[in-house]
């Protein structure tokens, strides 16, 4: 656990700068808006250690790269999220020297993320080699309100000296990506061009052929007022640059305008893309900085009213959770049926893709009780409109009769992660998609979309798993051999827990959902069934079979469910007795040592406990989560929340405590050593379950909310907001018990 | 199986072009010299599908991609051989018209490797597009009197017409790789030259900057006399050609003969490497291509003196083994003490590196028999020189005490492979470098290995295991969990029984030769153990507690050894059930299907069995065997060379033939549809052994040679010689007995 930002219940606040953690606060203080987003790198040169990065949603790179002995079936490329053109750049010079924030003298550093109003701050001072002092101001935001757009606000002000300070606003395509071998380039120029005043710059992605515009317009004012330099301007391949200057005197302003747009191939035909960009940056020079920053004030109000989660007496954790909702609300708006939740979001390109179970099984209940249902349901969507390509990607695996099995990773339907343990056998996320066409029509009550889409989903997914378990003849049951669980430190194992169970539980639902069409459409039904092909008698009766006949394992003379075949042939031992200087021991030991050990990375009988609660005893809950749970090592971001929801359940409070905190403040306080690659943008949402399943306990039965509320001992009280079939619900608990209205 | 070859015993025959199969050829008749090799692509232009191939022994790249989640511990490369300089290369123009093998009117063609001799030989006729017909005659080798050179005799006789042939003799540094992402490039430009009939070309590998300077000299001859063209010479980046032209009448013949040198900096300080490459292109050209096509066939005569295997009665048994002789020792001279042999030898690019655990538990027999011991004893010094990178490669695994884990690939000793199921798993590698110790000594008496450095492979390999296995409280037994066995078609399995097998052999083996060595010299011995930190009292005693407590799986009430556990859960059938139509099923099933199902690439249980031959009654030898074979597919080459040796103890005629024709025909039939990769190098031991220890049943019992041959039924008598303890020892069978002498 790392420390060092300031604790306020809206805002992240870095004080002083911290040179060693300014990678991680790169991706803490990171802005998005959907559509595109940029990690906290400064505007002003830094030659110190960044991660650069600033991420247009949808536009990618498909690595072909073959090592090692490459599997048949394996997808035709690994998606990497791209480092695109910078647009915050602006060097600064004060007189002749030019200002570099790692070599310079710098004081009073204060950085902050606005969550309240959606923007970054910096202020500082900085003394030059000279002894030059200036004071810089920095506030920059990406547009909600006009998702193409951006803009930043740049203030220097001489503190002991009248001389001349020149700004450099420049727009840089020719990037570099860290996940790339030996620095190869992703980037092709396409265009570039520089006014006075004005830059843009046109890159496209290699192979994928994304076509990104980015459009720069620059405002100049002293002491408050617009002010006309001698813009010098030039641009060549991939760069576009302002150059201009002004006499300033000690203790007067100078603030420079940075208006920018980002558009891309993905919403404009190419040839019309300068066009678009030069409009947008034109809307966004017209309104003006305050103008746009009032905006974006109000879709963020817009935004907590619904989202926001009060909590008193507890400043930590009210940072924390908000921290959690900002970065969710900043990553997926749901204006787009194309996009999806990022695993880093627009923070970080680690993991590649942008759609992992992840969506499922941990974001939709968020978008589903803080947005508009559309919301949840475009998520659904999303996944029958790629039906196709799970059927396809089944089949080049050996499976027939219309079997689907969704991407582990994706960008656009296609598989495009290539690691065989998780590719061909992480196959539970199959069970997850199923699992939230469960739990929207459980929450929302819609259920229209078991015909439009849901049915298909449902099928192909059941018949995926009817044809991945085979008959053991030793042990006279149904077995699934070579898979792997949430669970992903251990791999390729039998007959794990949760697997078996999502696959037996989606054929269940799948014929409760074909027995509830044949209630209310028997027709379509027929119809469905004829495009399908699918035998009602068969294959009803093929699943019965397996539904009945599946091996589950079970550690005999308890109710300890068995994660998966040998576990207890290991090593046993609790998390806690490993050497702190070991953990997170993905970082400290080999893969092989990790597979062997009993140390669990997150949630696996217990994420399937989790899901299907009412199937379960008290008495087994328990006893599966005081036995799994001691071995759990967190190092997953989707595992904490899952252990604090059922903490809280269990009456765990101080644990339920503990599992809150590490899941809300996973990035602020790096639990993992890990935010510097970016934050864990979807566990985030799990968080947000955490108090709302969590303490709040909420639950949908009988189509009715229920709520079930546990006050940590840390807290005065909190308060929720969830909107549940058109009416908003709130929840308020304090010491003296609970409200709902 | 894919026959197009014709039998011949001395040779390997293609006629008429077989265009599908070219690639395949190109593989197939490969030549090579120890230092460097090249594939069978034509000279003359050829826009067909060709997999272009040079390769120059030790020369690597190191590839860094990381894809997918990088796990810890993984090396820092993947050595990938590289395609280098195309020395072969010679433009032909018939009058204005330039031949191109792929696009021309080709007939009575004829591809010969003639394997007594050491040369490629081609002929065929051509017609161009105006209808000129020429005949064409190339002869070429890599030579093995001097690695240094190689030579082409390029003739071209006009038909039906009088005109003008033109040459275009050239080095292009400027190649790709197949198994490069986009086509990167691996190699920079560092010199190029060309003067009148002479050429050079300097490129230098990425990263690892080898420099690989190539050079040519050209004659001319018209109706068998030298002839001085008029000499046109250029040279850019990465290429030199000469191009000049001559009359020739209809039925003259014209011959171009290029001489080529190949010197890398591996044997030469940079700055002296043109003059290295210079000199070596000039022996050869004073040499003459008579005489150094002579010396071949000396050279060639000396290594069949030993190494030829003859075989009565079945031209294409006896082709085969010669094949696989020739190829052997194409691959391998045993000159330098850096090299390995590659899996691919120098005929194609496949899996990387140069040092795989097949030198030992394959190689290493062939070259003890064929070779003076001293090419066996290098390949051991070998391992033992790279045993502080293998000691390295523990710790960094996270294993102490002077652990040694040597890696599944290498160029030099670091680990160079980067799939985890391999690299962290398939650990029994260590074992057959332990085991080939033994054999070594066996095999030849010489027992100083031990001392030299042989003592301190053991302990480091014993220590590796002694940490690897844990105790299991379920079991009360030591296991070994996540390990990869050597059939690969199972991953991360818990307790193979190999793995386990060979393992506990390591730590009995070490303690013998520490008592041996006490006898020996125990104050040598002594100071050792000071210096390897040994404790003979605290180790020994554990190893021992390991040795008595391992677990191994039965089935119960057989004398099956369980490959691995969970074995029996699978569905169990033969190999000859499977579709033909989706065999080999590596190039058919995705990976998961292929881990769930039972079939097994190559021997596994079978490798313990054959190794450790003595340790099993016959009705477990066979037991084993008749359980195991039917469902393994041999998709790996090192597979039906150990099920030819069981067979063939064990009786079984037929499946001792069948399984000798796989092995030897491996490539030449290509069984699995993968020559066109490159050959099966390290398997061709596998092959030689199939006859001497199966057919042949040598064994060494007691410092003694003793034979149990047995005649295969196809067969009229077959012979062999081999080299034991300083005599050679001729074994004749035929079908009235066998004779030594």
Known sequence: MIKYLVTDPWKIVEEGFKRKHHRSSESIFSIGNGRFGQRANHEEKFTGPSLQGSYVAGVYYPDKTRVGWWKNGYPEYFAKVLNSTNWIGIHVWVDEEEVDFATCITSNFRRELNMKEGFLFRSFDIEMPSGKQVHIEATRFCSMADDETAAIRYSVTPLNFTGMIR?????????????????????????????????????????????????????????????????????????????????????????????????????????????????????????????????????????????????????????????????????????????????????????????????????????????DQRVARQLLTYRFTQLPRAIENAAKLGFTNGAALYPMVTMNGEECHNEWEITFEEIHRNGAIAYAIYNYAKYTGDTTYFSEGGLEVLVGIARFWAQRVHWSEAKKLYVMHGVTGPNEYENNVNNNWYTSYIAVWCMKYCLEVIDFLRKENGALLDEKFVALAFNDNDERLQWQQIIEKMYFGKLEGTEIFLQQDGYMDKVLMKAEELNPAERPINQHWSWDRILRSCFIKQADVLQGIYFFEEDFTASEIKTNFDFYEPMTVHESSLSPCVHAILAAKLGYEEKAYEMYMRTSRLDLDDYNHEAHEGLHITSMAGTWMSIVQGFGGMRVVNDQLEFNPILPSQWEGYSFNVLFRGKVVNVTVDKSGFTTH
């Open 167 to 371: 700004f450099q606003p420049y727009l840089d395509g020719d990037v570099k990506s860290h996940d790339s071998n030996y620095d190869e380039k992703f980037w092709e120029p396409i265009h570039h061009q520089a006014t006075a005043g004005e830059g843009m710059v046109v890159t496209r992605t290699r192979k994928t052929e994304f076509d990104v515009a980015t459009a720069m317009k620059v405002q100049l004012f002293l002491k408050g007022k617009e002010v006309s330099p001698s813009y010098h301007f030039s641009s060549r391949e991939f760069f576009a640059e302002n150059n201009f200057e002004k006499g300033v005197n000690q203790g007067e302003t100078i603030t420079i305008y940075k208006y920018v747009s980002v558009v891309s191939s993905l919403n404009y035909d190419k040839e019309k893309l300068i066009d678009a960009a030069r409009k947008a940056v034109a809307r966004a020079h017209q309104l003006g900085f305050d103008q746009m920053l009032h905006l974006q004030g109000k879709k963020w109000e817009e935004i907590w009213k619904l989202a926001d989660i009060v909590i008193e007496g507890d400043d930590e954790a009210q940072q924390a959770i908000r921290f959690n909702i900002f970065h969710l609300n900043q990553t997926y708006t749901g204006e787009d049926s194309r996009l999806n939740i990022g695993p880093k979001g627009f923070t970080g390109e680690k993991y590649g893709g942008s759609t992992y179970w992840d969506t499922e099984a941990y974001c939709i209940p968020f978008y589903m009780s803080t947005k």
